[in-house]
């Protein structure tokens, strides 16, 4: 079936440090990727997405490229600030049978010190 | 509202009674969605709603779990002799239906279910 397999956290940086969460799916057909945000204490927010191969999702300096070959959707950030502190979860969207759902990952707990 | 609202926020139950939480989609939206979040677990998808379509409702863990959509609108999940293993945080989302695939699906804040 499909799923989502992200990298186990915690992830613990300092400010302005490089982020690299990785993500991998496996999916029977051509899913849509996602990146969503839980920020303590607040509800899913999507973060960016991407809809084909070698699309480039971005948002609030975090990027991820769709990669078909390695069907990976690793998230990236140059420079981490205290405020991205949050669980990131990597997820794929497939419609099947007129039915449509995210299949998640488990999710990454990033804390960013000062 | 400009939002999925979802109420109560937290709900408090006794391990064999029956409860009932609610979802508000955002105005316009066709499809609703279900999921859970559970410690164990992580996030998983229960119940879809797509217009007047039957529901797709593979992801419910047992038949003590149901939900119904009334009016195209709001949707109630119901858990009927709550256990302790229904402990979790479900969240409520809703999108646009437009092209497979890409639809964005937008999140209410959740409740949080403590079974005693």
Same mark, same amino acid.
């Given at each position: ?32 990727? &996602? ?7 607040? $509800?899913?927010?999507? %973060? ?7 699309d480039k999702g971005s948002n609030k300096g975090f990027e991820a490229t769709y990669r ?20 990131? &979860? ?7 049978? $007129?039915?449509?759902? %995210? ?12 | ?69 009334t009016g195209g609108s709001v949707s109630t999940l119901t858990i009927q002799r709550t256990q302790q ?32």
């Amino acid at each position: 079936g499909d799923s989502v397999t992200q990298m186990e956290g915690p992830v613990t940086l300092s400010e302005e440090a490089f982020l690299t969460i990785n993500c991998t799916y496996t999916a029977t057909g051509y899913p849509s990727l &996602f990146w969503y945000v839980q920020y303590p204490g607040e $509800g899913l927010q999507l %973060l960016l997405k991407a809809t084909k191969a070698d699309d480039k999702g971005s948002n609030k300096g975090f990027e991820a490229t769709y990669r078909k070959e390695t069907t990976s959707f690793h998230l990236e950030k140059g420079s981490v600030q205290v405020s991205d502190s949050a669980v990131y &979860f990597c997820a794929l969207s497939l419609r099947r049978g $007129g039915s449509e759902k %995210l299949v998640f990952g488990k999710g990454t707990k990033l804390t960013v010190n000062p | 509202g400009a939002g999925v609202s979802q109420s109560p926020s937290n709900k408090v139950t006794e391990k064999g009674k029956d409860v009932e939480l609610r979802c508000d989609p955002i105005s316009g939206h066709t499809a609703l969605y279900w999921y859970r979040q559970s410690l164990g677990q992580g996030l998983e998808f229960l119940i879809y709603f797509q217009g007047n379509s039957a529901p797709d409702k593979s992801g419910l863990p047992s038949d003590r779990f149901s939900a119904e959509r009334t009016g195209g609108s709001v949707s109630t999940l119901t858990i009927q002799r709550t256990q302790q293993e229904d402990s979790a945080v479900y969240l409520c989302a809703s999108s646009l239906s437009g092209l497979p695939g890409r639809n964005i699906q937008y999140f209410g804040a959740g409740t949080r279910l403590s079974v005693l």
